[in-house]
């Protein structure tokens, strides 16, 4: 980051009374201030809770404050933050913060994605909570929303490695695709593409567990 463009967000920022009245806590979500550049970012604050997390922050490049969340290893931005004005930034946080931290973790409520009853599906009750060194991090019953109409339905994550492995459903093109990352670089994998849950439930039982032992050793080689 520019020292100018550090200097004046780090000022705007400490002239603000919005984050001086910060609670220490939203939902069980613990606050952690920064105020620190990260790169072409200057991080104000999170809040965190057991691998999730809500950050705001200035982005140089695109001149805009913003939120960005990660779930696990997933991170991806909150378009309703996005704005240019740094005291609008704060009347849509004071307005949209305890919302967006409850999202983090309460049930998903969209009716497309209800229809599809994956806390039905009884597969997904015989997933290992552990497996190949994987933990189970999010399962169907709970599964967690992203971007663009897409919701992650099955991770596991070794979040040691900063590695997992993730099914996604899409409810507007309603087909089922896998991805994993090692060391947070993300690889698309073609063996999970499914449009039914009989394909998914096959795919899985012939792929998952070699499938992670190939992201392990990825990292352990």
């Known amino acids: 980051m520019k020292p100018e463009t550090k200097t004046r967000i780090a000022e705007e920022a400490a002239s603000a009374e919005f984050f001086t009245g910060l609670p220490n806590n939203i939902r069980g979500f613990a606050l952690k201030k920064i105020f620190a550049d990260e790169l072409d970012r200057f991080n104000y604050f999170s809040y965190e809770k057991d691998h999730r997390s809500l950050t705001a922050y200035f982005h140089e490049e695109t001149a805009e404050y ?4 990660a779930i696990g290893l997933a991170e991806f931005c909150l378009t309703e933050f996005f704005t240019g004005d740094f005291r609008r930034f704060t009347e849509i946080l004071s307005a949209k913060l305890d919302s ?7 049930p998903v409520t969209d009716s497309l994605l209800a229809e599809k009853n994956f806390g039905g599906w009884e597969y997904a009750r015989t997933l290992p909570k552990n497996l190949e060194g994987f933990e189970l991090f999010i399962a169907p019953d709970h ?3 992203t971007t663009n109409g897409s919701y992650i339905l099955i991770n596991y994550s070794d979040f040691a ?13 309603e087909n089922f695709t896998g991805e994993y990352k090692v060391r947070l ?15 998914l439930e096959a795919a899985l039982e012939k792929n998952l567990a070699a499938e992670l032992r190939s992201i392990k050793n990825f990292y352990t080689s």
Do not use: G, Q, W
């Open 66 to 69: 913003k939120v960005r969340v």
């Open 161 to 173: 490695s900063a590695s997992d492995f993730t099914i996604f459903y899409n409810v507007y093109t």
């Open 100 to 106: 967006a931290i409850e999202s983090l973790t309460a």
């Open 143 to 145: 599964p967690a929303k």
């Open 185 to 199: 670089v993300p690889h698309v994998s073609y063996l999970f593409d499914a449009v039914t849950l009989k394909e």
